[in-house]
């Protein structure tokens, strides 16, 4: 097992980034065995569930280098191809991951492709509009969420009273 770096990148060009990686450096030899994007599913609910990644680390990307070509030369190949801004740490020489700290980022990245997460974010105090339901076109205002479930806890006022709701986060909109 080598040793974990990160890697600061241009934002947006990741894939593009770890393509320009596996190829230019993997031709003869498998320098780099494994690279990381930390990227999480992200589901927007309506009528129909849409599912979509995103990266939660924008501009950062995780390389395992083999034991045996961790070294200068490797890491100046790295620093010089193109988007590659820099590694992340200290000083001219890269500082590597601790193998707990490694296993940590990693263990994150699987369990937040495992667990999708919602796309709009309510917190409580936010005022919504409901669109579905007998409280259609009625304003409330959001006491409670529960994102694992998706859905939230509203209050409404009507006839003078406030009453609360449990709804689905696409049964709102936030204003």
Known sequence: MGKWYILHVRTGQEE????????????????????V????????????????????WPGYMLIEIA????????????????????FLGAGDKPVPLQP??????????????S???????????????IT??????????VEEVYPDKGRLKVSVSAFGRSTPLELSFWQVEKI
């Open 132 to 141: 579905e339901g007998p409280f259609m076109n009625f304003t409330a205002i």
């Open 16 to 35: 593009k980034i770890r393509k320009l990686l596996e190829n230019q450096l993997n031709k003869k030899e498998k320098q780099i065995t494994q690279i």
């Open 67 to 86: 034991p045996e070509f961790d070294n200068e030369i490797l890491w100046h190949r790295i620093r010089t191809t193109t988007g590659v801004l820099n």
């Open 115 to 129: 667990k999708p997460t919602p796309k709009v974010e309510f917190k409580e105090g936010d005022k919504v509009e």
């Open 37 to 56: 994007i930390p990227k999480e599913e992200i589901v927007e609910r309506g009528k129909e569930e849409k599912k979509t990644t995103r990266r939660f």
């Open 100 to 113: 707990e700290e490694a296993k940590n980022v990693i263990g994150e990245v699987e369990k937040r492709k």
